[in-house]
């Protein structure tokens, strides 16, 4: 008897429902990108969805009205027939033109017009040497903001990268060692230890800022960038270690004996095996960290400083908000310089991401 299929319908549905929320949460990132490419002009008058192809009215001729006609009654112009609103909101002529009344009644103008398809969209990458190299910045049509500066932004992600480096390899090598003694070496009080550390990751970072800030003022800490890589570290170790631990405790016990036997000592089974082969649980937080730190605006703000010398990104962005609210090329540029670096380390990752989340879930 042949064996019936199951109902193919709940797979179906979720993978449309995953579908649409995955362009859902493209479509800003799309837009953002389009943008960042479009001239100032472009951005300010019409959508960045209309880089796409489609059809406009393009005006093909004039016609400037005879006095004799009665702008009050009904008009005819190029067998297009309505009153002077009609015309100023647009009136189709049975050929498929549209005839517009531009202007006041006494003196304006008709337009007709046909549609046509959009050519290829303006683009242009001055946005970006904008943001990047700090060159002057020129908007036709303004001569106050036409000796304005750039941003030079290059420095700004030169800080952050300083930030990030750090506080993503730190906390990973701190955690590797934890969870290496947690999963395989035996001492007194080791679950308890072990429990209290995975505790620690329902204390937000947030009600820690004032005391830790206390404390780096009287270390002499604050403004420096190691204030950062600590904080960050030590609001990391938590959730490091617990997936660490998942992980490393899954290895197989027959490699560790092996080396053991073989007089391997614990830190060279760590260094030589046990980091090789957690390749996936490491790459997999170091995209949590990575994007928890490279995005963060709050604790770099607060242990840094706003200083234009040491700022990140997140605080140059914040200022070209403040600052250039109205230069829509400009903001959507940075915030695209901005995404760069974490979607490159992501996709360079992804592969050992849901490997890494997912070991030691199943025996």
Not at 198 to 207: D, E, F, M, N
Request: aromatic share 12%; glycine share 8%.
């Amino acid at each position: 008897m042949a064996k019936s299929k199951g109902n193919p319908f709940p797979r179906v549905f979720v993978n449309v429902t995953l579908a649409i929320v995955c362009l859902l949460w493209l479509i800003p990132t799309l837009g953002l990108f389009v943008s960042s490419f479009r001239p100032r002009d472009e951005i300010m008058s019409s959508g960045w969805w209309t880089i796409l192809p489609h059809r406009v009215w393009v005006t093909t001729e004039q016609i400037k009205p005879d006095p004799s006609v009665d702008r009050n009654g009904v008009m005819t112009f190029e067998g297009a027939t309505g009153t002077f609103e009609q015309f100023r909101q647009g009136v189709e002529s049975p050929d498929g033109k549209r005839v517009v009344w531009i202007g006041n009644k006494r003196a304006g103008t008709v337009q007709v017009q046909e549609q046509q398809w959009s050519g290829l969209p303006a683009t242009t990458l001055q946005n970006y040497h904008d943001v990047l190299a700090g060159k002057n910045v020129t908007i036709a049509g303004n001569a106050e903001e036409a000796a304005r500066k750039g941003e030079d932004m290059s420095d700004a992600f030169i800080n952050s990268m300083a930030v990030t480096f750090p506080a993503v390899v730190i906390p990973i090598l701190m955690a590797a060692f934890a969870a290496y003694g947690f999963a395989w070496m035996r001492f007194p009080g080791r679950k308890l230890v072990f429990a209290l550390m995975v505790a620690l990751l329902v204390v937000p970072l947030q009600i820690a800022l004032v005391p830790v800030l206390s404390d780096y003022v009287h270390l002499r800490l604050n403004g420096t960038y190691m204030s950062v890589w600590l904080a960050h570290t030590g609001f990391g170790l938590p959730l490091a270690v617990f997936l660490l631990y998942n992980y490393i405790s899954t290895l197989p016990r027959e490699i560790m004996e092996a080396a053991i036997v073989d007089g391997a000592s614990h830190f060279k089974i760590f260094w030589r095996l046990v980091l090789p082969l957690s390749t996936p649980a490491l790459a997999s937080f170091a995209i949590f960290q990575f994007l928890w730190v490279w995005n963060d605006y709050l604790v770099a703000l607060i242990f840094i400083g706003n200083v234009p010398g040491v700022q990140v990104l997140t605080m140059r962005l914040a200022d070209m908000v403040g600052s250039r609210g109205s230069d829509w090329h400009l903001l959507t540029a940075g915030g695209f310089v901005s995404m760069a670096l974490p979607l490159i380390v992501f996709f360079s990752l992804q592969r050992y991401f849901v490997r890494g989340l997912t070991a030691g879930s199943v025996k």
